[in-house]
């Protein structure tokens, strides 16, 4: 199944001169835990509640500096092209819960492990993807 009939298009984005504060307020208006980030039409980054927590809310930063200074920057990317079992493998692998999908650079949808596992043909690969993504790592010694 190729990737289109899964992803949601139409995401909305912030740019990377949006306020820190702004990106958590969209981000809780439409119930997400990422935000893409975009430059006119091109992907820049993504910026997730962790990202916000970890390296703005935690580091004591101003909640009116740019996301760009938190964001996750050159983040994993699909393109249209390829299949949901290969986008699922992909977020296997790396060990994401969402992939943005672009062509040619631009950003035209993205797709969750939430997409993948509505989708009967997916179960077992979303199922797979969320269990290796979910295995937590271990503490540094």
């Given at each position: 199944?190729?990737?289109?009939?899964?992803?949601?298009?139409?995401?909305?984005?912030?740019?990377?001169?949006?306020?820190?504060?702004?990106?958590?307020?969209?981000?809780?208006?439409?119930?997400?835990?990422?935000?893409?980030?975009?430059?006119?039409?091109?992907?820049?980054?993504?910026?997730?509640?962790?990202?916000?927590?970890?390296?703005?809310?935690?580091?004591?930063?101003?909640?009116?500096?740019?996301?760009?200074?938190?964001?996750?920057t050159?983040p994993?990317?699909?393109?249209?092209?390829?299949?949901?079992?290969?986008?699922?493998?992909?977020?296997?692998?790396?060990?994401?819960?969402?992939?943005?999908?672009?062509e040619?650079?631009?950003?035209?949808?993205?797709?969750?492990?939430?997409?993948?596992a509505?989708t009967?043909?997916?179960?077992?690969?979303?199922g797979?993807?969320?269990?290796?993504?979910?295995?937590?790592?271990?503490?540094?010694?």
């Open positions: 199944m190729n990737i289109e009939k899964v992803m949601t298009r139409d995401v909305e984005y912030c740019t990377p001169d949006t306020p820190i504060h702004e990106v958590a307020a969209k981000m809780k208006e439409l119930d997400v835990g990422v935000m893409p980030i975009c430059e006119g039409d091109k992907l820049a980054g993504l910026a997730t509640d962790r990202d916000i927590v970890i390296k703005a809310v935690a580091e004591n930063a101003s909640m009116d500096s740019p996301i760009s200074e938190v964001m996750t050159d994993v990317r699909g393109t249209i092209h390829m299949s949901a079992e290969e986008a699922a493998d992909l977020m296997a692998d790396v060990q994401i819960r969402r992939l943005p999908i672009v040619d650079g631009k950003m035209i949808g993205i797709v969750s492990l939430g997409d993948l509505v009967n043909q997916l179960d077992d690969e979303a797979n993807a969320l269990e290796e993504i979910s295995t937590p790592s271990a503490p540094e010694k």
